[in-house]
């Protein structure tokens, strides 16, 4: 099993600045891609930013050039950067990992129990 532990959400101004941070457990587990999802009351759960293990990115139209995710392999954890952070960004943000089972052909995809951003005016 993988376990995804998100940290780093809280509260802020708009304008203000947040660093998410997701390191994933499992040392059998290979990842392939890490990102970030959110999920705001009364919406779907959207995709925010992606990032591949060669460091292929992408990202979510309205957070382009605010918000940077980056990602440490050693570690097995993803970073999301969010600067000049709006009201309309709030909103439950969850880490995803999705790769495989090495030796095996299993593959799996795993979130986070998810953090909380909230963007005041």
């Known amino acids: 099993q993988v376990q995804l532990v998100e940290s780093g959400g809280g509260l802020v101004q708009a304008g203000g600045s947040l660093r998410l941070s997701c390191a994933a457990s499992?040392?059998?587990?290979?990842?392939?891609?890490m990102g970030w999802y959110r999920q705001a009351p009364g919406k779907q759960r959207e995709l925010v930013a992606t990032?591949?293990?060669?460091?292929?990115?992408n990202y979510l139209d309205s957070v382009k050039g605010r918000f940077t995710i980056s990602r440490d392999n050693a570690k097995n954890t993803v970073y999301l950067q969010m600067n000049s952070l709006k009201p309309e960004d709030t909103a439950v943000y969850y880490c995803?990992?999705?790769?495989?089972?090495?030796?095996?052909?299993?593959?799996?995809?795993?979130w986070g129990q998810g953090t909380q951003v909230t963007v005041s005016s």
């Open positions: 995803n990992a999705a790769g495989y089972y090495r030796g095996t052909d299993r593959t799996g995809d795993y």
């Open positions: 499992g040392s059998t587990f290979s990842i392939n891609a």
């Open positions: 990032i591949t293990s060669g460091g292929m990115t």
